[in-house]
């Protein structure tokens, strides 16, 4: 039995004691609290830090979604072929042409590469060979690597300025007469043309087309003469005579053309072919022109349909009123 002293001793101890417990439970308490406070803060960052990653990923706004679909269904707009041979028809149609003759003609756009032909009848040339055998007689001289002679160019200007069939003649012995010629259009691209027999330079037989084809040579970039031999040739086809102004200048705004005619009355009918080929600009635009006539009744009527011609041609191009039917029959 323990004596009241030990007693009393023991109960101060166990009160002494009783506070330290207390402590120590406080302690683990207040560990356990901090140790859940930040579990819990680990999970509420973590699932807010997944939040964020999910709201953070661009979503599309409508505006952006409507665009997309817009572009989406937005189709590619293709402009309708143009048929330039059909609208040169059509015009061609509004030309009077006289009772028993023919008329063909062709364009050429030259800021565009289009072109268009009505008809595919074989024409006597007349004088419009004459841009052929020059054109031909400077490929020759092209090739041989020389300048024409002071007495080529004596003849080339006479036939072209002022049409002189001495010159011509002279200068179609020159270059090999038709087998010169043809040799020379079959590197030109003229599928259509062939030369005159012996010395009948002018019944040479072309094609608007060819025609058409000879003056990409003479005033295309593309082209078998150099710079120089094309500057030289439309040079005189800028300064033909003044009453040999005629023609395919009629489409042209005031002087803007250079060309070469040609006018043959046939011995065996006593009808008329009259031709003429060149360049002509109209609002700023150059058209290559070639338009062959045959079967009128004297060189004034074949003037007239070829100038009429010449002008429905090129409205076929511009769109504009060519007044083409005016008479070409008169």
């Known amino acids: 039995m323990e004596s009241p002293r030990a007693t009393s001793g023991s109960r101060r101890a166990r009160r002494r004691g009783r506070p330290r417990r207390r402590a120590l439970l406080y302690v683990c308490l207040a560990a356990v609290a901090v140790v859940g406070v930040t579990a819990a803060g680990t999970v509420y960052v973590k699932a807010h830090a997944r939040e964020n990653a999910v709201s953070s990923a661009p979503s599309p706004s409508p505006s952006s979604s409507a665009s997309a679909h817009e572009e989406a269904s937005v189709e590619p707009v293709t402009e309708p072929a143009v048929d330039r041979d059909a609208l ?32 595919d009848s074989a024409f006597d040339t007349a004088s419009i060979v004459k841009v052929d055998i020059l054109a031909t007689l400077l490929l020759q001289a092209q090739d041989a690597g020389r300048h024409l002679t002071a007495t080529e160019k004596a003849y080339a ?25 043809d040799a020379a259009n079959k590197r030109f691209g003229l599928t259509g043309t062939e030369g005159g027999d012996g010395a009948l330079w002018g019944l040479t037989q072309t094609t608007a087309a060819d025609q058409l084809t000879l003056l990409q040579q003479v005033f295309g970039d593309d082209s078998k003469l150099s710079e120089a031999s094309r500057t030289y040739l439309q040079g005189l086809m800028r300064t033909v005579e003044s009453d040999q102004r005629w023609g395919v200048s009629a489409a042209a705004d005031g002087s803007a053309f250079a060309l070469k005619n040609g006018w043959l009355a046939r011995s065996t009918t006593g009808l008329w072919d009259v031709n003429s080929i060149g360049r002509v600009t109209v609002a700023g635009t150059d058209y290559l022109v070639a338009v062959l006539s045959k079967g009128t009744v004297s060189q004034a009527r074949g003037i007239s349909l070829v100038e009429a011609a010449a002008k429905a041609a090129v409205s076929s191009f511009t769109g504009a009123d060519a007044s083409a039917s005016a008479s070409a029959s008169q």
């Open 88 to 119: 040169l028809s059509s015009a061609m149609g509004k030309v009077t042409v006289p009772s028993g003759a023919k008329v063909s003609a062709a364009v050429l756009d030259l800021d565009s590469g289009d072109s268009a032909a009505y008809g």
């Open 157 to 181: 200007t006479k036939m072209i300025e002022n049409s002189d069939n001495t010159s011509a003649s002279e200068l179609w012995d020159i270059i090999g007469k038709a087998s010169g010629l």
